[in-house]
């Protein structure tokens, strides 16, 4: 079985600092395809971050420059440093991977991040 858990997320002033972590079990992140999404208030949900099982790297035109995509294989989790945040950034993030084997995606319950003015 397939768990996902996300941690990390808090509530923080506007040009601060967060890290995010995804630890998964029954799934190997690096032979796997990975991101990290957000969902802001009736807004749709948007990609953050992703990186291939390679551990190539892409990010969403917002977060370029301010938010970090990285893996630690020995324990299986994946991170997502958040710099400079901005009140806009304030959302539900989750993680996500996607099992090529039979082209399923999991994901995590979420962590409530939320940027002060």
């Known amino acids: 079985q397939v768990q996902l858990v996300e941690s990390g997320g808090g509530l923080v002033q506007a040009g601060g600092s967060l890290r995010l972590s995804c630890a998964a079990s029954?799934?190997?992140?690096?032979?796997?395809?990975m991101g990290w999404y957000r969902q802001a208030p009736g807004k749709q949900r948007e990609l953050v971050a992703s990186?291939?099982?390679?551990?190539?790297?892409k990010y969403g035109d917002s977060v370029k420059g301010r938010f970090t995509i990285s893996r630690d294989n020995a324990k299986n989790t994946v991170y997502l440093q958040l710099n400079s945040l901005k009140p806009e950034d304030t959302a539900v993030y989750y993680c996500?991977?996607?099992?090529?084997?039979?082209?399923?995606?999991?994901w995590g319950q979420g962590t409530q991040v939320t940027v002060s003015s």
């Open positions: 990186m291939t099982s390679g551990g190539g790297s």
């Open positions: 996500n991977v996607h099992e090529f084997h039979s082209d399923f995606y999991y």
């Open positions: 029954g799934i190997i992140f690096s032979n796997n395809g």
